[in-house]
Nanobody
Framework: VQLVESGGELVQAGGSLRLSCAASGLTFKEYSAGWFRQAPGKEREFVAAISWSGDNTFYADSVKGRFTISRYDAKNTVYVQMNSLKPEDTAHYYC?????????????????WGQGTQVTVSS
């Protein structure tokens, strides 16, 4: 199983980015997916998640209204559209996949992780 993130870069505050996560080696449509982030010196934290069906989405309070998670199973890909970016959004962003139906906001729920992509928001 492989999850490969892309789309991270340096952006100014107020700008937008779309991160992608391409999955292979699993039947992706059977997995829920999530995005997490980790800033230097901090623990990995939940950002957003989407259920296997795409019917349910979940967001951290810090990104609600600014980030949107989506999936396109035909391409085995999950996205997070990030708008109105703030310097505090600066972190390494990871995607993850799980076949567990619950606990999508918790890192221990996830079976598979990507290597991450760096997002830096300048003020």
């Amino acid at each position: 199983v492989q999850l490969v993130e892309s789309g991270g870069e340096l952006v100014q505050a107020g700008g937008s980015l779309r991160l992608s996560c391409a999955a292979s080696g699993l039947t992706f449509k059977e997995y829920s997916a999530g995005w997490f982030r980790q800033a230097p010196g901090k623990e990995r934290e939940f950002v957003a998640a989407i259920s296997w069906s795409g019917d349910n989405t979940f967001y951290a309070d810090s990104v609600k209204g600014r980030f949107t998670i989506s999936r396109y199973d035909a391409k085995n890909t999950v996205y997070v559209q990030m708008n109105s970016l703030k310097p505090e959004d600066t972190a390494h962003y990871y995607c993850a996949a799980t076949n567990h139906p619950d606990g999508l906001g918790t890192t221990s729920t996830y079976n598979y992780w990507g290597q991450g992509t760096q997002v830096t928001v300048s003020s």
